[in-house]
């Protein structure tokens, strides 16, 4: 029996986990695996309950769990108190050391109008470090403000970081294309962004079967709209991976069909690329596609962690192909030019499905 844990979020995120988790159950169930799913308050109703968006509870539950599902949230809606700190999602990445963000962008189908129907790319986002300043420091923000007028922010690189990412970055490659691409600014953070750059070509000496090349982030984001071909796996460190793999998402047909996934050496989480959406929230026509794909991205981390569940990875084939094959029949929701509900659509993903 496999269990997982459920935070449903925000906005739209109760719609598009509740589609996630029927689906991906159904998957499992065809290959005769059972899964037990503990849902655990969490965001702005976890508030309402607890007094907090991230109770200790579900902290102590996510401490014994290989993996859990999380929901798009926003703590930009959350009382006055909740706002302008690290976000609960954040909380948990930090607490879990999740380092590593693995965000795929392909155009599933033909049905699907995208800026470059030919990508199929994998930015692998450094987590923990970086520019993000909620996110590079043991305790605090990382940002401050000398006087009302000035703000100043902490980046953080630190080599063994940088490799870490970097091993990840080219052990996907070896299942790919075998090319990575290294993301960086040396010709202005020479000291920081040229730390990440010689950090991967570092590990990139033990991947002799790899080719490897250095772009400035610039140059590479508008080369990835311009020769989206020449890209297999994209190292980056944390906000210029947030931005490349938000542009891929856009590129390949819609934010709302990104996923990723964000783990460590033993723990992982299942979230969507995209935000919580509220002004789309209970309307029924939330994209679920991220969430679904972000659950089966999960699925073969667990497969692969654990040599022993092999049909876990089978049941992650199962949901991919019944997503492109509903996909393919041209239903879609309204963001990639459909008129499917939410509901709708998960009720063809699940037809699509091999029964038990």
Known sequence: MLTLGVLAGDGIGPEIVASATRIAEQALASVS???????????????????????????????GLAGWILGPHDNAGYPEQFRGTLSPGGAIRKRYNLFANIRPARTL??????????????????????????????????????????????????????????????????????SVTIAHKTNVLAKTT??????CLTIGQNYPDIEIRGEHIDALAARLVSHPGDFDVIVAENMFGDILSDLAGQLSGSLGMAPSINASHSQAMAQAAHGSAPDIAGLGIANPVAMILSTAMLLRWLSDRDDGTPMLSVAAGHIEEAVRHTLDAGVGTADIGGTASTSVFTEHVLSALPRT
């Open 33 to 63: 695996v059972g899964v037990q799913w503990r849902t655990l308050p969490f965001g702005l109703e976890a508030i309402g309950e607890f007094g907090t968006p991230l109770p200790e509870s579900t902290l102590d539950a996510l401490d």
């Open 109 to 178: 189908s033909e049905s699907v109008k995208a800026v470059c129907p030919n990508l199929d790319v994998v930015i692998v986002r450094e987590n923990t470090e970086g520019f993000y300043a909620d996110r590079n420091m043991y305790e605090g923000a990382g940002e401050f403000m000398p006087t009302p007028d000035v703000a100043l922010a902490v980046a953080v690189f630190t080599r063994a970081a940088c490799e870490r990412i970097a091993d990840q970055a080219f052990r996907l490659a070896m299942t790919r294309r075998r």
């Open 194 to 199: 040229g730390l990440f750059r010689d950090a």
